[in-house]
């Protein structure tokens, strides 16, 4: 059986290692690899590698939704896929990314979020807030790309406009600053304020300690950056894989042979 993780870049994607690390330690025979794709034209010549599932990332997830013969779940919501499976000649589509998050925080508890950034990760992450009854704001540097949130029922502001009205419990940076820079997602005395009221830092960039982190750091407030939520994404995706298989996996083995992979 094989996989990959599809997407544009693609060389320093961590998927290979978490899901063959998973076939190794449960016995199976199977083998993920990576795939570059050129353009979303190029899309459905997925079709014809013979995969049995693929992962999609970036920049394709959008594109994926809308080349699936089926979306299931939240992803319907999302608007964007993250997990294929090829099944009779059709694309079968899910979204992990959103439940992957949600498990990072769900011991918190939270009753509110705020979110920076307006992307497509800020989306599957404000849709899996929504159905958990989580409050959540957003906020971003241009409006344009708010509207569809706020026409979801979101609370949002840009910067500019921004003036939080509560304390929030969770401050989410689903921006890349700090990914190749030393840049914060915002104002630094705003944030300061934002952290200062907090009890949980999380940043979808991992890899590194970006200044987002090491702000809450100096702040002392608990933190906690991407690696965990991509171990989440890839259990799930596994699972939707080696069930579309009809293979029964021991979920304890699946989860541990990622979390000592990376």
């Known amino acids: 059986m094989q996989f990959a993780v599809v997407g544009n870049p693609i060389h320093h994607s961590l998927s290979p290692l978490l899901h063959n690390s998973a076939f190794q330690a449960l016995g199976i025979r199977g083998f993920y690899g990576r795939y570059l794709l050129e353009s979303n034209q190029a899309f459905l010549s997925l079709k014809s590698l013979h995969l049995k599932g693929a992962n999609i990332t970036v920049p394709y997830k959008e594109i994926a939704f809308q080349s699936c013969d089926e979306v299931f779940g939240i992803a319907q919501e999302i608007g964007a896929v993250n997990t294929i499976v090829f099944k009779q000649g059709k694309l079968l589509g899910y979204n992990t990314d959103a439940l992957g998050f949600y498990q990072c925080v769900e011991s918190l508890n939270p009753k ?42 979101f609370h949002t502001a840009t910067f500019e406009s921004f003036s939080p009205k509560t304390a929030y419990e969770i401050v989410i940076n689903t921006t890349p600053a700090g990914l190749t820079n030393d840049s914060l997602p915002m104002d630094s005395v705003i944030l300061t304020s934002l952290l200062e009221s907090a009890k949980f830092a999380f940043d979808l960039v991992y890899g590194r300690e ?28 596994f699972e939707i894989f080696m069930e579309s298989q009809k293979i029964l996996i021991d979920r304890a083995i699946l989860r541990q042979s990622m979390q000592d992979a990376l």
């Open 210 to 237: 970006t200044p987002f982190l090491n702000l809450a750091k100096s702040l002392k407030i608990p933190r906690c950056d991407g690696k965990q939520m991509l171990i989440n994404q890839a259990v799930l995706a």
């Open 112 to 153: 509110n979020a705020l979110i920076i950034g307006a992307g497509g990760s800020a989306k599957a992450l404000a849709c899996i807030l929504k159905e958990k009854n989580i409050a959540t704001t957003l906020i971003n540097r241009s409006r344009e790309r708010l509207e569809n949130f706020a026409r979801a029922g």
